[in-house]
């Protein structure tokens, strides 16, 4: 009798993080039904920053199509291998929310990715500006930050001008394991540091789970099962300094043609919790006056 195999390393005994693999529908439901609890604002505002490359324009993709049941490539996003070192967003753009032939009130702020330059201020500037929404669409951001006299700053910003929730989206891949990545996760932490003090919300998204994990490419609801997976996000945690609680796994839609009910639950939930943070934030008064960079 042969000697018994070893279970694989990767694989945990069970889930370190409760899911529910059915709740798509309930999830939709509830974001479909949600409004905003304060009347002064229309729709709110989420901005999602990140690396080049890391999908971030793929998740806002995933998020639309996620919600319209189709796949969406409204975000365009660059497949390429040799734009690597550039964004491909240039301008600031935003992307409203439709299920169906419905407009939600909330909407994701699409901005330039961070390159993995040397550690500038002018990118954070930028972000940061942007979050307090005084950065109107439209602008092209460029090497250096915007001023108060160019014709797309806004100086006096309404409630729903402003992001009351800011997303990382983070490949699982590049996770501080080079140089490049580690001025990129630097860059990360000096946005959250300029503003942690308003109390804004971060969630971190953590892409390309599939990629990462050969557990989670064969099988998708492995993901909470993934040793991998799991340890990545906690030097993810450690590293920008994002709770593990505020931080989400997903797979964006890349070469699809049709959605996939395991890809959209996790970009729902991700979503979801992403909304409650913004929304709370926004019911505790989180900014009685915008702030100037």
């Known amino acids: 009798m042969g000697a018994k195999e070893s279970k694989p390393t990767e694989v945990l005994d069970e889930a370190w993080r409760s899911f529910d693999w059915r709740q798509k529908k309930a999830l939709k439901d509830r974001l479909e039904k949600f409004t905003p609890s304060n009347p002064d604002v229309t729709n709110i505002k989420i901005l999602v920053a990140g690396q080049i490359g890391a999908g971030k324009s793929s998740f806002i993709n995933s998020v639309l199509s996620a919600f319209q049941g189709?796949?969406?490539?409204?975000?365009?996003?660059?497949?390429?291998?040799?734009?690597?070192?550039?964004?491909?967003?240039?301008?600031?753009?935003?992307?409203?929310?439709?299920?169906?032939?419905?407009?939600?009130?909330?909407?994701?702020?699409?901005?330039?990715?961070?390159?993995?330059?040397?550690?500038?201020?002018?990118?954070?500037?930028?972000?940061?500006?942007?979050?307090?929404g005084?950065?109107?669409?439209?602008?092209?951001?460029?090497?250096?930050?915007?001023?108060?006299?160019?014709?797309?700053?806004?100086?006096?910003?309404?409630?729903?001008?402003?992001?009351?929730?800011?997303?990382?989206?983070?490949?699982?891949?590049?996770?501080?394991?080079?140089?490049?990545?580690?001025?990129?996760?630097?860059?990360?932490?000096?946005?959250?540091q300029k503003i942690s003090d308003n109390g804004i919300p971060q969630v971190i998204v953590m892409s390309k789970v599939d990629e990462a994990s050969p557990l989670v490419k064969n099988d998708l609801k492995m993901v909470y099962r993934s040793n991998i997976i799991k340890k990545?996000?906690?030097?993810?945690?450690?590293?920008?300094?994002?709770?593990?609680?505020?931080?989400?796994?997903?797979?964006?839609?890349?070469?699809?043609?049709?959605?996939?009910?395991?890809?959209?639950?996790?970009?729902?939930?991700?979503?979801?919790?992403?909304?409650r943070s913004a929304d709370a934030e926004l019911r505790h008064g989180a900014y009685n006056e915008c702030k100037q960079q």
């Open 70 to 132: 189709e796949i969406v490539n409204e975000a365009l996003a660059d497949t390429s291998q040799s734009t690597k070192s550039h964004s491909f967003t240039t301008r600031l753009r935003t992307y409203r929310i439709r299920s169906g032939d419905a407009d939600l009130p909330f909407e994701i702020c699409d901005i330039k990715g961070l390159e993995p330059d040397e550690l500038s201020e002018s990118q954070i500037d930028d972000i940061v500006n942007t979050i307090y």
């Open 134 to 192: 005084h950065v109107k669409e439209g602008y092209k951001f460029e090497d250096k930050p915007i001023t108060s006299d160019d014709e797309h700053y806004n100086q006096n910003p309404s409630l729903s001008d402003q992001a009351f929730c800011v997303v990382y989206v983070i490949d699982a891949n590049t996770i501080h394991l080079s140089a490049e990545d580690k001025i990129i996760t630097e860059k990360l932490r000096l946005i959250r």
């Open 232 to 275: 990545k996000m906690e030097l993810c945690s450690a590293t920008v300094g994002v709770p593990m609680s505020k931080i989400f796994p997903v797979k964006n839609y890349h070469n699809e043609i049709n959605t996939n009910d395991d890809v959209d639950v996790l970009i729902l939930k991700a979503f979801d919790q992403i909304l």
